[in-house]
């Protein structure tokens, strides 16, 4: 599986980005998809994954509430809708893909995008 992320870019705090992740391959809708961020400095933690039919879904405290994880099997999509956000929230975003629905490390992801940068100014 091959994921590009898309969508990053500079935005204000208090404004929104949609991010994206196009997968290729014909078994998109075998894998939980997630997305983490690392910041300059900081580990890589998990922001929200969700289950292979969409219907499971989790989000880290931080962003519960303000980001919103979706997907579409039928195009091998997967989104992070981002609203409310924050300077904290700056760091590169990654898209990832395993088989396993988990929300403790170690994250059990096989297959990691490159990232896309989110830089919210104050």
């Known amino acids: 599986v091959q994921l590009v992320e898309s969508g990053g870019g500079l935005v204000q705090a208090g404004g929104s980005l949609r991010l994206s992740c196009a997968a290729s391959?014909?078994?998109?809708?075998?894998?939980?998809m997630g997305w983490f961020r690392q910041a300059p400095g900081k580990e890589r933690e998990l922001v929200a994954t969700?289950?292979?039919?969409?219907?499971?879904?989790y989000y880290a405290d931080s962003v519960k509430g303000r980001f919103t994880i979706s997907r579409d099997n039928a195009s091998n999509m997967v989104y992070l809708q981002m609203n409310s956000l924050k300077p904290k929230d700056t760091a590169v975003y990654y898209c990832?893909?395993?088989?396993?629905?988990?929300?403790?490390?170690?994250?059990?992801?096989?297959?990691w995008g490159q990232g896309t940068q989110v830089t919210v100014s104050s």
């Open positions: 391959g014909r078994t998109f809708s075998r894998y939980v």
């Open positions: 969700i289950s292979r039919s969409g219907g499971i879904t």
């Open positions: 990832a893909a395993g088989l396993v629905f988990s929300t403790t490390p170690p994250y059990p992801y096989d297959y």
